[in-house]
Nanobody, 113 residues
């Protein structure tokens, strides 16, 4: 069983930065991901990081967001720079163990002037 707790969201002006954290209980030595969902839109994959550290990003965030992990702290991060109003969403942390998918409760990011 894995529990994921996100934090770090908030209100930021366009062009600003935020750093999201996802603290996991249990074994997180697996691939991890950040997703986001805006009202009226489907949940979309933002970034992934493999156990070995390789990363992938959605085209919409490439060059602006960086996913990283600290296995010793059971924590995954999402550094978000040059934020845009379109980045406004509820951001979720995710991992999978066999056929089970685990989600946190989400942390709200609002980009507005």
């Amino acid at each position: 069983q894995v529990q994921l707790v996100e934090s770090g969201g908030g209100l930021v002006q366009p062009g600003g930065s935020l750093r999201l954290s996802c603290k996991a209980s249990g074994n997180i030595l697996r691939d991890m991901a950040w997703f986001r969902q805006s009202p009226g839109k489907q949940r979309e994959l933002v970034a992934t990081i493999a156990r070995g550290g390789s990363t992938n990003y959605a085209d919409s965030v490439k060059g602006r967001f960086t996913i990283s992990r600290d296995n010793a702290k059971n924590t995954v991060y999402l550094q978000m720079n040059s934020l845009k109003p379109d980045d406004t969403a509820l951001y979720y942390c995710n991992t999978k163990i066999l056929s089970a998918s685990y989600w946190g409760q989400g942390t709200q990011v609002t980009v507005s002037s």
